[in-house]
Nanobody
Framework: QVQLVESGGGLVQTGGSLRLSCAAS????????MGWYRQAPGKQRELVAS???????NYVDFAKGRFTISRDNAKKTVYLQMNSLKPEDTAVYYC?????WGQGIQVTVSS
């Protein structure tokens, strides 16, 4: 069964950290580009960061310097380390693999 399952979300105070994990199954993980998107209430889903199968990383501006994406091909897992979190980071975060989406996980940053 092909699926992406996110974990690690929750409630954190401003300035805190969270690490999201996305475990993939049913795909040849090492061949897939992976990424994280987010969607805040009333807003469109937006890219946060991506990592190619070869390890090339891309961050959008709001993530640079605060978020780190990484992957472990042996564990078929992609991570998003989020530091210095702000209330505006509050959103549902989605794991993405080429053509696939996770179910999303809530991240809430309190002020």
């Amino acid at each position: 069964q092909v699926q992406l399952v996110e974990s690690g979300g929750g409630l954190v105070q401003t300035g805190g950290s969270l690490r999201l994990s996305c475990a993939a199954s049913g795909i040849r993980f090492s061949l897939y580009a992976m990424g994280w998107y987010r969607q805040a209430p009333g807003k469109q889903r937006e890219l946060v960061a991506s990592i190619s199968s070869g390890g090339i990383i891309n961050y959008v501006d709001f993530a640079k310097g605060r978020f780190t994406i990484s992957r472990d091909n042996a564990k078929k897992t992609v991570y998003l380390q989020m530091n210095s979190l702000k209330p505006e980071d509050t959103a549902v975060y989605y794991c993405w693999a080429t053509g696939l989406w996770g179910q999303g996980i809530q991240v809430t940053v309190s002020s």
